[in-house]
């Protein structure tokens, strides 16, 4: 059962945090006045897999873990998108200069239910090639890289990829998927 | 390389959500007087198995996405927790009420790298037991669920598994354990 909503209050609007505040009743009857919930589109990533089977990757710094690592493309879903799986092509472009090939939807999952109001979908594109340079914002300094499945295998056992988007999409595919 | 912070301020610091406003500079000079960060304790969560080899799973309605679906036992690391082992060794009891076994750390993630600053622990904990009742907060709807490998395996697939934080320890252990 859904818990009632007694109030919501916005405290922060801007393009990469909206914030807002619930009074929420529970089933229980128990109220809390302070649920804070964040606001964010929904995001892709992809699984790209070239004509020679080979996995791209990018790598860039995050700011707020302050690491850098290897990561599946990734993006969130702009409005002039016509779906999610345009925006995912898109950001494979944008982000890597490649395209083409096969596309199919993999999962979804969500960031963080609690306190984030948005899921993150994955694609599965087998086939890909480079078709283009990357088309970076100026604010973005990521480099592209080729991995082989064994090699994309050792770095989830030892932890490289680090963003649970990533690795729930990445361990199902080798759960599911033996080469 | 990491960016440069050149200023920093706090908008929001409340038990649930503290959130500040970095002003960065990127390696190539690009600035971004807007970046934000949430701050967060760390977080545990545990594949908990029974002695005849069930997955102890509890089930909550998760007000930002507006969905109740089984989840694997999770918490926030309290400053009185010794280490993230003894917090996830207490958020198993209290929230089910099973304790014991043998435990071991499994996997470590990011929910969001790129705007948090927190990651989740996951143990693995095989021969735990039921040990006492639930000891649960006002605030908490929690009901406990015992389920078998296929039947976790069959959530996974059909995506009820939802938060990517327990789906990416749960693909790993049955990538890596088949039954």
Redo the contacts between chains.
Sequence with gaps: ???EVLGTEY??R?P??T?RR?H?R???G?E?P?????EYPDWVNIIARTEDGRFVFVRQ?????????YELVAGVIDPGDASPLEAAKRELYEETGYGGGEWQAF???????????N??HTFLATGVRKVSEQHLE??E?ITVHLFTADEVLNM?RE?EI????M??PL??Y??ENKE
Excluded: C, I
Aim: hydrophobic fraction near 45%; proline fraction near 5%; aromatic fraction near 16%.
């Design positions: 059962m859904k818990w405290l922060f801007r990469w945090l914030a619930d929420v529970l089933p229980n128990v809390n302070e649920y804070y919930v964040l710094y995050r700011h707020a873990l302050g690491e850098t690592r999962a979804t999952f969500s960031p963080n239910a609690s306190a984030m109001n899921t993150s100026p604010t300094d989830l932890g680090r963003q649970a988007l690795a729930a361990w199902r080798f759960a």
